[in-house]
């Protein structure tokens, strides 16, 4: 009995991988044109896009910027390359591939531009679609296998400021009680501590 050499054809998969990554958005464009209009319906952007460019040449504001979390930061994204305004997203569903099925089509260059995307550590949310240039993995210190945990807004941004700093601003009294974070250094001059300033979680 022998084993016979790979095929000669499985040299090709180099071009099908190339010819699969070109097609894919076209793809994901035809099937969001068979959708149902019902999409049409729950897709906010269409009214924060408008809202944004609204304020943004209104003149009234020196900076416009979009923000959001989870769903919202999905929104704040397509938002942000659609605008063109600087947008952040903390666990946000990325829009590489699907951006051309929006209205108007969101560009890979817009998105590498103006967007940014905060990715938790086992979030599973902001690993639908391919993320933009711009991102910021960060830990995730809840239970190896709670992954609803790794997707808690307060705990991300619990984490962002253990490991930037808070800039001096007070720190969320729940990244201590709730999340476990070690207890924050009262600012100079001062003697107040966490527990003077948190009332106690409520069970």
Same mark, same amino acid.
Not at 92 to 99: E, F, K
Not at 122 to 132: G, I, S
């Given at each position: 009995?022998? =084993?016979?050499?790979?095929?000669?054809?499985?040299?090709? !998969?180099?071009? $099908?991988? $190339?010819?699969?990554?070109?097609? !894919?958005?076209?793809?994901?464009?035809?099937?969001?044109?068979?959708?149902?209009?019902?999409?049409?319906?729950? +897709?906010?952007?269409?009214? =924060?896009?408008?809202?944004?460019?609204? !304020?943004?040449? +209104?003149?009234?504001?020196?900076?416009? /910027?979009?923000?959001?979390?989870?769903?919202?930061?999905?929104?704040?994204?397509?938002?942000?390359? /659609?605008?063109?305004?600087?947008?952040?997203?903390? +666990?946000?569903?990325?829009?590489?591939?699907?951006?051309?099925? $929006?209205?108007?089509?969101?560009?890979?260059?817009?998105?590498?531009?103006?967007?940014? *995307?905060?990715?938790?550590?086992?979030?599973?949310?902001?690993?639908?679609?391919?993320?933009? *240039?711009?991102? /910021?993995?960060?830990?995730?210190?809840?239970?190896?296998?709670?992954?609803?945990?790794?997707?808690?807004?307060?705990?991300?941004?619990?984490? =962002?400021?253990?490991?930037?700093? +808070?800039?001096?601003?007070?720190?969320?009294?729940?990244?201590? /009680?709730?999340?476990?974070?070690?207890?924050?250094?009262? !600012?100079?001059?001062?003697?107040?501590?966490?527990?003077?300033?948190?009332?106690?979680?409520?069970?």
């Amino acid at each position: 009995m022998s =084993i016979s050499p790979v095929p000669p054809r499985v040299s090709h !998969l180099p071009f $099908f991988r $190339f010819a699969f990554f070109r097609t !894919l958005p076209e793809l994901v464009l035809l099937m969001n044109g068979v959708e149902s209009s019902a999409v049409g319906d729950v +897709s906010f952007y269409r009214i =924060i896009t408008p809202f944004v460019e609204e !304020l943004k040449e +209104s003149g009234k504001f020196d900076h416009v /910027q979009v923000t959001g979390h989870s769903l919202g930061g999905g929104l704040s994204i397509i938002t942000g390359a /659609q605008a063109k305004v600087p947008a952040v997203a903390i +666990s946000g569903p990325n829009a590489r591939i699907s951006g051309l099925s $929006f209205d108007p089509p969101v560009r890979p260059e817009s998105l590498d531009r103006y967007t940014f *995307n905060i990715i938790p550590d086992r979030d599973l949310v902001p690993r639908f679609d391919d993320v933009a *240039n711009n991102f /910021q993995n960060i830990r995730c210190n809840a239970d190896f296998n709670d992954f609803i945990g790794c997707h808690d807004f307060t705990r991300a941004l619990c984490e =962002i400021a253990y490991t930037c700093g +808070s800039a001096n601003r007070p720190v969320v009294c729940a990244c201590h /009680q709730k999340y476990d974070y070690p207890m924050p250094s009262p !600012l100079p001059g001062t003697t107040r501590t966490i527990d003077d300033a948190c009332p106690p979680l409520e069970e």
